[in-house]
Structures are given as C-alpha cells and as structure tokens.
C-alpha cells in the first residue's frame, strides 16, 4: 500500500495523472490558489460545466473534465476553513478526502493527485491537514484496488517536506528514487516560467 502512495513537489495542474484535485469553494466558479491555477490552466469550459453543477457542500466533490489540462478530469472539493479546530473542521477535511476518493474508485480512474486542501487561504494548519490527508488516502486503499496511485503535491521546498515527513513517519520507509532530491531524473529547472518545477 504504501508503494500507491507518493509526494512531489510543484503546480498540480502540470501533473500527467488521470485525475487531479481541486481546492474548490462552495460556488465551484473559480477563486484564488490552487483554485486559480486550476481554471487558468484548464480554460474556460471548466467554468461552464461547473456551473452546470450548482454549487458544492462543504466536505464534498463533484467531478468534472479537464479540458486544456494534462488531467482528463478534475474532482472538486471543497475543504473546511479553520476556525481554530473545535468546529469538526478534521472530519470535513477527511470527508472531502473520502469523497474524492470515492469518485475516483467509482470511475476507476488510476492515478490521482491531491493538493493540500484547506491549507491555503482557509487556514488549516498544514502538519495536521497532511496527517489527515495521508490517513484517509491509506485506509481507503487498503480497501480499493482504485485509485491504484494516489499523489500529494507539495507546493514549494516547505510543503513537500513536511508531507514526505509525514508520510515516512505514519507509514514507513521510502522508495529512495521515485521521491525526493536523490532521483534519477533530473529536476525540471528552467522549463517552467515563474512557476515551480515538478520534481517527481
Ligand atoms: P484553500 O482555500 O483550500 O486553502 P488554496 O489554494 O489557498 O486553497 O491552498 C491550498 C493549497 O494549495 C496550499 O498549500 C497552496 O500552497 C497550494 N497550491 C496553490 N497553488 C497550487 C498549485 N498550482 N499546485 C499545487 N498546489 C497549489
């Protein structure tokens, strides 16, 4: 199990996996961050077809396709903001990792990629979010052979550390090349504008 499970760090909307995640709000229409990200890079019918959704619950997800994304699809979700943590944020943010995941195993899809939701504009302290994010993931893999690859995605040198860390901690031992600096592809430098670089 704990080979399904991986961490880069760089910009999820360059990531080659079947599905990635998005740190959506309850409007679905686009917003800052990873949101953000998403939408430019997937243009706009992704806005369109979000729309056609209605909205999202917090500690939901909806799906959609990717449009000009390397991900053929996108699942939605949307994360608690933090309010200090005596508001059952834990249980929203594990549930919209839960939900994730479950569309994912219902349509199959292979290899997904999560950003760390909630993290960002809403607040949530990262080092608990990553234990919660980790969690949900490794118990929902013990029971389903889908999505076979699950993928955190640290954005920046910071993020990525703590979620490796995290990781080696509650499951265990690495695979030394495919994570971290010691792989054997070279990292992506110079290819990438103002954003920062996949290292997988
Ligand atoms: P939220 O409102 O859920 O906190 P944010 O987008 O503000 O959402 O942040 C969620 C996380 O996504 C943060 O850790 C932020 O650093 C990260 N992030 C922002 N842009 C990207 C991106 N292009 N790829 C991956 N992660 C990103």
């Given at each position: 199990m704990r080979e399904r499970l991986?961490?880069?760090?760089?910009?999820?909307t360059?990531?080659?996996?079947?599905?990635?995640?998005?740190g959506a709000?309850?409007?679905?229409?686009g917003g800052g961050g990873v949101d953000g990200?998403?939408?430019?890079?997937?243009?706009?019918?992704?806005r369109t077809e979000c729309k056609r959704h209605g909205g999202c619950a917090t500690g939901d997800a909806k799906l959609t396709h990717g449009y000009k994304l390397r991900a053929k699809?996108?699942?939605?979700?949307?994360?608690?903001?933090?309010?200090?943590?005596?508001?059952?944020?834990?249980?929203?943010?594990?549930?919209?990792?839960?939900?994730?995941?479950?569309?994912?195993?219902?349509?199959?899809?292979k290899t997904?990629?999560?950003?760390?939701?909630s993290?960002?504009?809403?607040?949530?302290?990262?080092?608990?979010?990553?234990?919660?994010?980790?969690?949900?993931?490794?118990e929902f893999l013990k029971n389903s052979e889908w999505p076979q690859q699950v993928t955190f995605v640290g954005f920046g040198q910071h993020d990525y550390k703590v979620y490796r860390a995290a990781l080696t901690e509650m499951l265990g031992g690495t695979r030394a090349p495919m994570e971290g600096k010691g792989g054997t592809r070279p990292p992506?430098?110079?290819?990438?504008?103002?954003?920062?670089p996949v290292k997988a």
């Open positions: 991986k961490v880069v760090e760089g910009d999820i360059r990531l080659a996996v079947e599905v990635i995640v998005n709000n309850n409007s679905l229409l990200a998403i939408h430019d890079a997937a243009g706009p019918e992704l699809y996108v699942i939605h979700a949307v994360g608690p903001i933090w309010k200090g943590g005596g508001e059952g944020e834990a249980a929203v943010l594990a549930s919209c990792y839960q939900r994730a995941l479950e569309i994912a195993a219902a349509h199959r899809f997904m990629a999560f950003p760390s939701i993290t960002g504009f809403y607040g949530y302290p990262l080092e608990e979010a990553c234990r919660i994010a980790i969690r949900t993931c490794a992506m430098s110079g290819k990438g504008g103002t954003r920062p």
